[in-house]
């Protein structure tokens, strides 16, 4: 690709939101949440201060320390003179000292508490298509269970033949299968529908992860356990302090549900379901039932909290639609961003994620202009269903002049990733979850890089 | 001798199957089992025990009964520390009540009464999942008592309806023939050969900047901590001197068995940090006043046992954590209110002790 112009009109920032706009940003979430308190966030905000934006703007992201000259050739580094720790001084190991701020974080005026709360994948800092176990965000709704895995037992009972108590054990022994799938909570990007509120990546698009699961496939399941013909529904359940439940189409089930108990080759972390979790893929996330300890299987919707009150989208006629479960096809440019911003001008490439709740991503276009322009992005082998997919748009040449960054997924169904206004019109700015919207940031003549909203 | 099985082959056929004819060609519904070392069968007693969801016609309601009249002492006890005693919540907890007509507000209030459309999810949910921390601790006629309540508070049934097994399917919530199947994909405009990629629009006009909006926590993370701790409390330091007498005395408990019995507390209360959740902080408790914690509104009762100098000794401590409402009874005084902690207190003496052992050890000053 040839290098890309700067558009030249577009430079100046030509509307700010106002006051009322900063009052009435949603911050609903998915949570338990119904709205914060204004005056809360307010006292937040005083604390926060200027510094918030600055900080936020990527300036303390890793490797911006200045090098030292000791360790630089003609010199020879300590490391390449002096032992360093033998095998087995870290028996489990962690992420070099360095990489200490790649952490998920959390948003703390978003919900109650910690344990029924949400936090955030740091997209920023990863390459490739798979999302480190210890870095996968967190979803709690009473916080995560410690079970206790020679304890563990799945049953599942209701309109089967013959109900029946797994242990982890019984899991195991069955013929296992692996795949990589995405996980996606359902408000991801819930705070951003009125407008651009959150200035990174990590918070406006890191309720998603991509792992390759092990399991038993729940078809098999079922079929140990005979499901009666008027059947049409599953209860799916955990085992933690919420008892999370959902109800779960049968066809689905029967098609590529998985009960796993292995994520990245290791067991399940705790936070992510251990011992064994429900894998939906393409799925909301909050199908995918951690701790899973029981199957109901039945011939009616149940009609959970988080399936009625809960993971419905109001729409602007006040009706709500229910059982939204797939994941509409989505992508995100993950550097520059704001937490990466454009250290020097000239070459740059675009990286950026990709995926679809419906199949295989097809194609990303790119723009470096805020979509007048769009260049079909490289997509990066190897490219999975319901999975994430690494896009790249390689020899972009920043001349210093503001861009206006932007990624649009086209899925194998034919599905074009919506700008927000069009899903606005159909949606309104009420409905929390499912916003797929195609993101902006903005970088600007300093190289800071910001999110922001085009008309 | 060994049985060579091909399990991958019943599983390819009926995929295929699936496809078109989901429920009725289901390899799922055929008879015999493959793995039939693999798994138990549930006894009666295992599924009854387990099986505690209820749907909207009534299926899976337990035996019992309870009404509104019943159910409002239970709730002031036991939920009303979060949701507020008319269910208009405190702090960022649920909204229970209310709401009603603003769906196609600006800020709509999601509530049971407004927005919630099966009287079955409000028994399904409190009985599996509250109270926050306490789950399943409720009997059935409990959970059907506050139901009931809850209904009662958003004027849908009336005080004296007696809610069970026979009516929970019949009761008609507001809102509920107000939701719709999911229609996406939706949003469409343009199909994939029509996409614009050269000269799409004229000009690019920023509407929107979160930069200006300025919530996002500090990456570093500090910042945004101090700007929490400041919007909420800080641990008293005048506390500090006796605190640290206190712990002196000896710990009998086990702090790591303490730390267990703590998940208890944990829903209301941090103590390792000075941060207010619904319950005050218990960061540097031991030795200081009661109803002393900056930024935490107290009852009534607690305020007066601010004046009256109550001190966090082991010895009080222990006593209010085994009966919370008796202490405050006879030690604060029976005309002074009550506690707003919903907590009915730990029975075990061992776990009382591990308790203070685990707060002396973690909260620190």
Redo the contacts between chains.
């Keep these: 690709m040839k290098k890309t112009t700067s ?1 030249a ?2 430079g100046s ?5 106002s006051s009322s ?2 009052r ?2 949603p ?1 609903d979430l998915a949570s ?6 204004p005056g ?2 307010r ?11 600055a ?4 300036l ?2 890793p490797g911006r320390a200045m090098a030292d000259p000791a360790n630089l050739p003609p010199n020879v580094a300590e490391w390449s003179q002096v032992l360093g720790p033998g095998v087995d001084a870290f028996p489990y190991g962690m992420p070099s000292k360095y990489e200490k ?1 790649v952490i998920r ?5 978003l ?3 910690p ?2 709360s949400i936090n955030f994948t740091p997209l920023y800092a990863l390459d490739g298509i798979v999302t480190p176990n210890g870095l996968c965000f967190e979803r709690h ?3 995560a269970a410690e079970v206790v895995p020679q304890d563990y037992r799945l ?3 209701g309109m089967v ?7 982890l054990d ?1 899991l195991k ?3 296992p299968e692996s795949r990589f799938h995405f996980l996606e909570c359902a408000a991801n990007g819930g705070m951003e529908w009125r ?6 990546v990590q ?1 406006t698009h890191g309720m998603v992860h991509c792992v390759q699961y092990t399991g038993v ?1 729940l ?2 399941l ?3 356990a ?4 008027k ?2 529904w599953l ?1 799916v ?1 955990g085992g933690d ?3 999370m ?1 959902r109800t779960l189409p ?2 689905k089930a ?2 590529d549900c998985m009960i796993a108990y292995s994520m990245n080759g290791e067991r399940l972390r705790t936070e992510q379901g251990y011992p064994a979790r429900l894998v939906v893929p393409g799925f909301e996330g909050n199908m995918w039932v951690k701790w899973i ?2 199957i ?1 299987v ?1 011939d ?6 988080e399936e ?2 809960k993971y ?1 989208d ?1 729409m ?11 994941m ?1 096809a989505k992508s995100v440019i993950t550097s520059p961003c ?2 990466l911003p454009c250290k020097q001008k000239g070459p740059q490439v675009i990286k950026g994620l990709a995926w679809s709740g419906r199949g295989k991503i097809a ?1 990303v ?1 790119v723009t470096v ?7 079909q992005a490289r997509l990066e082998e190897p490219i999975m269903s319901k999975c994430l997919t690494r896009f790249y748009l390689d020899g972009w040449e920043w001349n210093g002049d503001p861009a ?1 960054l932007q990624s649009r997924a ?1 899925d194998e ?4 990733q ?1 700008e927000m206004a ?2 606005q ?3 309104g700015v ?1 409905s929390i979850y ?1 916003n797929n919207a195609i993101q902006t940031w ?1 970088i600007n003549p300093t190289g800071e890089v ?6 | 001798m060994s049985v060579w099985r091909n399990p991958m082959k019943r599983l390819t056929i009926a995929a295929g199957a699936a496809a078109v004819l989901v429920f009725a060609a289901s390899g799922a519904q055929a008879g015999e089992r493959m793995f039939p070392a693999l798994g138990k069968i549930a006894t009666p007693e295992q599924i009854k025990a387990w099986d505690i969801d209820v749907r909207p016609d009534g299926a899976g309601a337990p035996a019992g009964s309870g009404t509104a009249a019943k159910g409002e002492p239970i709730y002031i006890e036991k939920c009303a520390a979060c949701h507020g005693d008319f269910g208009e919540a405190r702090g960022r907890y649920p909204v229970l009540v209310g709401g009603h007509d603003t769906l196609k507000d600006q800020r709509p209030e999601k509530t049971i009464g407004s927005y919630w459309p099966y009287a079955s999810t409000v028994f399904d949910y409190i009985k599996r999942a509250m109270p926050f921390g306490e789950a399943q601790t409720l009997t059935d006629d409990e959970v059907y008592a506050l139901t009931a309540f809850l209904l009662n508070m958003n004027d849908v049934i009336d005080s004296d309806f007696v809610l069970d097994a026979s009516t929970i399917g019949k009761v008609e919530m507001p809102n509920g023939d107000k939701f719709f199947e999911d229609p996406r994909p939706d949003a469409q405009p343009v199909k994939v050969a029509d996409l614009c990629m050269k000269d799409c629009k004229p000009e690019v006009k920023v509407i929107g900047r979160a930069k200006i909006i300025d919530v996002t926590p500090d990456k570093g993370g500090a910042k945004a901590k101090a700007a929490a701790k400041a919007a909420e409390a800080s641990a008293p330091a005048a506390d500090a001197a006796p605190a640290a007498a206190q712990v002196a005395a000896a710990p009998a408990g086990d702090p790591e068995a303490g730390k267990k019995v703590f998940r208890k507390c944990m829903a209301c209360h941090n103590v390792d940090k000075a941060k207010n959740k619904i319950g005050p902080s218990l960061q540097g408790v031991m030795g200081r006043t009661a109803g002393t914690v900056d930024g935490f509104k107290y009852s009534n009762a607690f305020q007066a046992a601010k004046d009256q100098g109550l001190k966090w000794t082991d010895e009080n401590l222990a006593a209010f954590v085994a009966k919370p409402k008796d202490f405050v009874k006879d030690k604060i005084g029976a005309d002074k209110g009550r506690t707003r902690m919903a907590f009915a207190g730990l029975r075990k003496e061992k776990e009382i002790e591990d308790l203070i052992a685990y707060i002396k050890e973690a909260s620190g000053e």
């Design positions: 558009p009109q577009s920032i030509q509307a700010t939101p706009d900063k009435d940003l911050a338990d949440l119904n709205a914060i308190d809360r966030r006292a937040l905000l005083a604390g926060l201060g200027a510094a918030g934006g900080a936020a703007a990527g303390m992201a701020t974080r959390y948003v703390e005026w919900t109650a508490t344990e029924s709704h009473g916080g049953m599942i009972n033949d013959r109900p029946l108590v797994f242990t019984d022994r069955f013929p407008g651009a509120q959150l200035n990174g918070f496939s078809r098999r079922l079929e140990e005979g499901v009666k013909p059947a049409k209860m359940e302090s919420a008892g439940n049968l066809d029967l098609d300890r029981r109901e039945g009616g919707a149940y009609m959970a909290r009625t009150s419905t109001l602007p006629d006040g009706r709500a639609r229910r059982f939204t479960w797939e509409d704001p937490e194609r276009d202009d805020g979509g007048r322009n769009w260049h206006y086209i169904t034919g599905y074009v919506p069009a899903l019109a159909v949606r009420n499912h903005r910001e999110n922001v909203r085009l008309a």
